[in-house]
């Protein structure tokens, strides 16, 4: 039977995937190498709880595919805008972020493919190698957990929550001092308590 060449084929690999970049032309000749860019659509999930790179948004890659005696080393960057929520001030944050990507895709029959198990290196299926998985890894670890608009936001004011960039210098709130709060609701008059101090005077009968 034919391999399936545009679907996932006995290797896993689907070659519609606009991550699945071929590389037969290297016909396994160590030094060969050549440069290319792809603009790829991202991912769906890919970045952290507060900051992401949008699903369908646009990752550059600039690669450099370099014919080793194991496989194929690819190196570049990609580059990719990210959007999410700033973790002091939760102000939106939209930006282009820059990754290095690093991978070795060894051959089948590679000494390095007979001595690691699957999971452990990635590896070259039918002159392809499959980019999607080291895209991945290498963003969402550039990605910070914390995120921030930038380094010196001051977050929000936790009495009122305003952005503490937005409001004057010195922005603060009189804090009434626990420790007289009691004496002060003994002072404060009660509702009622006038009229009920008037009804308790006594009464002088009229004289006839």
């Known amino acids: ?4 060449r545009t679907g996932h084929g006995r290797t896993g690999v689907d070659h519609r995937s606009p991550f699945v970049v071929g590389v037969r032309q290297f016909d396994r000749q160590p030094g060969e190498m050549r440069e290319t860019q792809l603009r790829v659509p991202a991912p769906a999930d890919l970045g952290l709880d507060m900051i992401r790179v949008p699903e369908g948004s ?5 690669l450099r595919l370099e014919a080793v005696s194991e496989g194929v080393y690819a190196s570049g960057t990609v580059t990719a805008q990210v959007v999410g929520e700033c973790g002091r001030c939760l102000e939106p ?6 990754v290095d990507l690093q991978e070795l895709y060894v051959f089948d029959t590679s000494t390095t ?10 590896r070259l299926h039918d002159d392809t190698l499959d ?4 895209v991945r890894t290498a963003i969402v670890l550039a990605l910070p957990a914390n995120p921030v608009c ?4 001051a977050g929000l004011c936790p009495d009122c929550g305003g952005r503490l960039d937005d409001l004057p210098a010195g922005h ?7 420790r007289w709060q009691a004496l002060q609701t003994l002072a404060e008059p009660t509702v009622g308590s006038e009229d009920q101090g008037r009804d308790a005077r006594p009464h002088r009968q009229k004289e006839n």
């Open 1 to 4: 039977m034919p391999e399936n």
């Open 58 to 62: 646009e990752l550059d890659l600039d």
């Open 93 to 98: 944050i939209d930006t282009e972020l820059v």
């Open 113 to 122: 493919a007979e001595t690691t198990d699957e999971e452990e290196v990635a």
């Open 131 to 134: 980019l999607e998985e080291p």
């Open 150 to 153: 930038r380094p010196d936001c």
């Open 172 to 178: 603060a709130h009189q804090q009434a001092d626990p």
